[in-house]
């Protein structure tokens, strides 16, 4: 059973048979075909050699098909993923280095460890820290970044820059020695992308083709923009006229390599590898979510921990760099019909003999071309509506998601996403920490309590009620004393202060000490504190403690015998029957 | 009535008569008398010329007299806010050196711009992020340092360092160096003063005495301890053998100093000012507002972050460092009767005079006296019962004071503070992470809905409600998107979902975006999603969403419409009438 949870192939891998082969086969061949440009895009993008990309996308794919959940999730370099990866790894070392593919191996592993680390401790809870506006802020901006740093390759010039002001700068700077060539191929490529990408579809339905014909024609369309440049470029002789291209890959299956541990390279890319995780965790989560939810089945989130964790320790060993479920490929192995995590299994193969057979032709292949993919598939990412979405709901999560994304362009993804986890935090905290306080009085003829100033209600001058609607701590402990001396120092007549728990879930130890404060100083002005309808479990907890025992007052069952008993006792108002 | 707010002082200032001022000025010479020595001590141990502890009593007192709200907090160097400062000045300059002095003053400054700033906008609030076990930990802690680190002077030795570890390496180290004649002072005057605050009061008390002479011959035990040292090392040369002394102290009123401005130095001490800041704001806040309530008086938090900000701008500019309101003098003031503010304004002309007249008679002090001095005041901070407490109250508490008793005595008080800081928020949103959901069922004959676990209810297989006990937001937001996703796949006959949300204070919009995920992933698998008891304000934000076009099910108004709509519409159960 337990061997089941942490292994969930032994689960769909009995019961494997020849319908979920085919299908799994078919997904296969599709996805095999769409991740080739990708991968090479991607490694570019992370600033590696591009069989890197190609390695990432073998290992990790057997692996978690082992490890993980969910069915669909197809594990591979996504675009984010790798912006971060070039942006921690620019910090240690210098691109083009065998020190900087070292450290890829490097963050790919200490991100592998820390994801099976929280997936171990079941706290997969903390990926909760990355809000919704926030993830939304910072793909939307990270989405931009990564365009701008593709159109150095675009306009064949050399930028470098991990924010959007530094690469913007950069280009400018160098746009005297852009070379034209690469232009025309660059935009060209971009254009026919975006046209496969919008009107190639509906196109070929007009004429007749089947929706699967034409999905397959979508999905093939850059690699018949790798076919056409590659091509002008050997015929033409392009790339001595300055047109950069890929150059030699070596032939070769995944080599066997070693991550760098010296403890400095690790201190240097800790941050940056729990802040991959993370966030290569959430989005994968929240796609393997909605396929599974499409077939009823289920994710369990600390395998999925488990699962990723392995597919990046995989990466590591493999040539590869940080990886994580891709949204667009999932969907994709999805829609292609993919039954099993064999069907990733069957992908691996694919690439693999990709990689021992098909790199000789990608020697021609110019980095526009690559950047064309990659500033097509981001630019899909960009979506400022979630700005017009938080500002109509919720002004927090609209300064979240602004100071998001404007972060992450000026300062970098690392700060700008960090400075969004906090800001939430912050502001939810902020939130909590003036918690809804309402003075009641009796409704009369009845035993209910309303609040004082939106119901016709009956008071007494020397008792004051005040119901408190959230559960306390810390934050907002020191508010409550502030609003229980200011209300009781407004009148001198007052002897009661009654406090009425009906909402209140929790009282932490900071709030107990409030309310031992609040107990001392009402006894100084010589007014009782009394609590009423205090729940079973805070009951209990308060019961450990000696507040009860100092008391200058009574805790009440119901809000009405406390009401009862200190206006009887005051003697100064009929009792209510 | 604003310009009141900003300045009490013309609140009280109006009505002050001679009855105020007798009580104000014997108030003035008892805490006179007793900061003399304390001051001089505290700049020992912020490892400042001992001037800078007196001149750090003159200018804060009068500026707070002005714009402070309560009326009898005492102002000025206090033990913990001096190790504090000894600690973040330690990290840019050498002891002893004018760099460290102006360091001093520029921390002040900061640190009184900061309290300000957070006061004019009214952001008080933030020093709540302090929990009470926090506190009491991290006081605790910091007494044991500042013992221990007093512990050299008595030794006549010399030790740095800024954890217990480094100082009892250092202390172990250099302890073949140890004056014996300065021990002998040290013990004795430690063993007289620890007597003095235990043992004198009942003696005299049984020895006839008025309270009133008891209480400050008690007070007045620092200073025979300080007359007679300085005695003894002036008659028999002590200072020759060995016993380091006090020396020369200028003759002068506080002199006009400026802070160091250099943009290094301020990013150096920006974060230990606002820590300072922090940590001296709660603790004077909480001492300010116990004495007020004894008084039926009301002190403003926000008011108070200005009159602590300009009393610690007035130390930078006149040769002091940071300060606050201290437990002891406070207190001290109280019970002598301070009236007003103008009681501080009379201590600080004491100080005034003390510092013209009386700094030639303390050049044979020694060192080991102020220490002594030192170690008792601040032994009686520390109190580890607040482990016991928290222990039996609530585990989460416990965790974050032990984290930050352990950090600030192995690593320093800045990380030990901030870990606690960071530890409470981590456990507190833990918390909140897993909200209570309860599965309910109709209980026979009546509208109400219980938890089917504990009591004896209606269900229908088609239909599950589950109600949430807990605000909704980023956090717990994907726990709900898991927990309905696994109850659903559990049961394929299950129909419809309803999510009473009677005790939901809060939507925000991840949470929102987790409803939208879970309604669609409902559809998905054919299954109605429904919201019942949702509460006005929660609805009005649902309705400014999409969430409402597109939810596959309906809102209710009671839970009791709920049950009996979707259990009519499955047609399978006899609608309860």
Chains 1, 2 share one sequence.
């Not at 790894?89 to 592998?112: C, D, K, N, R």
Request: aromatic residues 8%; contains cysteine.
């Amino acid at each position: 059973m337990n061997l089941r949870r942490y292994l969930p192939i032994l689960d769909w891998g009995r019961t494997y048979d020849r319908g979920a082969f085919s299908n799994d086969m078919v997904a296969a061949v599709i996805v095999t075909i769409m991740l080739i440009p990708q991968s090479l895009a991607y490694a570019l993008l992370a600033g590696l050699p591009p069989e890197a990309g190609i390695y990432a996308s073998i290992a990790p794919i057997i692996l978690y098909a082992i490890f993980g959940t969910s069915r669909a999730l197809a594990v591979g370099p996504v675009a984010v993923v790798s912006l971060l990866t070039a942006s921690a790894i620019g910090q240690v070392a210098e691109q083009g280095t065998a020190g900087y593919a070292v450290a890829a191996l490097t963050l790919a592993f200490l991100s592998g460890g820390f994801l099976m680390l929280l997936g171990v401790l079941r706290l997969g809870f903390l990926a909760n820290f990355l809000s919704h506006p926030v993830i939304a802020g910072f793909i939307t901006a990270s989405g931009i970044l990564i365009a701008a740093s593709q159109f150095k390759h675009i306009l064949g010039i050399s930028a470098q820059g991990h924010t959007l002001p530094e690469i913007l700068m950069q280009l400018w700077e160098n746009l005297g020695q852009t070379n034209w060539i690469t232009v025309v191929l660059g935009v060209l490529a971009t254009g026919f992308l975006f046209w496969v990408r919008k009107g190639l579809k509906p196109l070929m339905r007009r004429l007749g083709a089947t929706p699967t014909v034409a999905d397959f024609a979508t999905k093939a369309g850059p690699v018949a923009a790798v076919v056409v440049t590659t091509l002008s470029v050997w015929l033409f002789g392009l790339d001595e006229r300055g047109v950069k291209i890929v150059g030699s890959v070596p032939q070769s299956l995944p080599p066997l390599t070693m991550p760098g541990l010296s403890p400095d390279l690790i201190q240097a890319l800790l941050i940056p590898a729990i802040l991959i995780s993370v966030i290569g965790f959430v989005e994968s989560v929240s796609v393997a979510q909605t396929l599974a939810a499409k077939k009823r089945q289920r994710i369990d989130p600390d395998q999925e921990l488990i699962g990723l964790g392995a597919a990046n320790i995989g990466a590591a060993f493999t040539g590869g760099y940080p990886v994580t479920g891709g949204f667009s490929r999932s969907v994709v192995n999805y829609d292609a019909g993919a039954a099993t995590p064999a069907a990733g299994a069957y992908t691996a193969v694919g690439l693999a003999i990709a990689a021992m057979a098909l790199t000789p032709l990608v020697y021609f292949l110019p980095n526009a071309t690559l950047a064309a993919t990659i500033i097509v598939a981001v630019l899909s990412l960009v979506d400022f509506s979630i700005l017009k979405k938080t500002w109509d709901y919720s002004a927090s999560d609209f300064v979240a998601v602004t100071v998001t994304i404007l972060l992450t362009l000026l300062m970098g993804v690392e700060i700008g996403v960090a400075s969004g986890v906090v800001i939430s935090v912050l502001l939810h905290l902020y939130k909590t920490s003036r918690p809804h306080v309402a003075e009641v009085g009796l409704v009369p003829g009845t035993q209910h309590f309303r609040n004082i100033h939106r119901h016709d209600v009956e008071t007494d001058p020397k008792v004051v009620t005040l119901r408190v609607d959230e559960s306390l701590y810390f934050i907002n402990a020191r508010f409550l004393e502030e609003l229980v001396q200011s209300r009781v120092t407004e009148g001198c007549e007052i002897e009661h202060v009654i406090l009425m728990f009906s909402a209140v879930n929790e009282v932490d130890f900071s709030a107990l000490e409030s309310l031992e404060a609040i107990n001392l100083r009402l006894s100084d002005m010589g007014v009782g504190l009394h609590l009423s309808e205090v729940k079973g479990p805070v009951l209990d907890r308060l019961r450990q403690s000696h507040l009860l025992d100092v008391l200058n007052g009574q805790v009440f069952l119901s809000q009405y015998d406390a009401w009862r008993s200190v206006t009887d006792t005051s003697g100064q108002t009929a009792p209510t029957s």
